[in-house]
Nanobody, 117 residues
């Protein structure tokens, strides 16, 4: 059974930091891209940051310079370090993993991040 389990969300004041983690299990192939998405109430889910197996990263403009994505391939884990958090970063954050070999995309259950002003 494939599982992506996120942790690290919570409530933080503006300007604070959080670190999200996501561990993938049950995927019987290499994981190619991993990423973090978020969805705020009344808004569409958006890609926050992505990282390839080789370490190439991309970020949505609104988080550049504040968020850092990283991964540990051996542990099938992806991280999102979030600094200088703003109230507009409040959302449910979802982990995603893609396997090209299996032609599949997997999602975590989401973790709530709330930034108070």
């Amino acid at each position: 059974q494939v599982q992506l389990v996120e942790s690290g969300g919570g409530l933080v004041q503006a300007g604070g930091s959080l670190r999200l983690s996501c561990v993938a299990s049950g995927i019987r192939s290499s994981i190619n891209t991993m990423g973090w998405y978020r969805q705020a109430p009344g808004k569409q889910r958006e890609l926050v940051a992505g990282i390839t197996r080789g370490g190439t990263t991309n970020y949505v403009d609104s988080v550049k310079g504040r968020f850092t994505i990283s991964r540990d391939n051996a542990k099938k884990t992806v991280y999102l370090q979030m600094n200088s958090l703003k109230p507009e970063d409040t959302a449910v954050y979802y982990c995603n993993a893609v396997s090209f070999e299996l032609g599949s995309s997997y999602w975590g259950q989401g973790t709530q991040v709330t930034v108070s002003s």
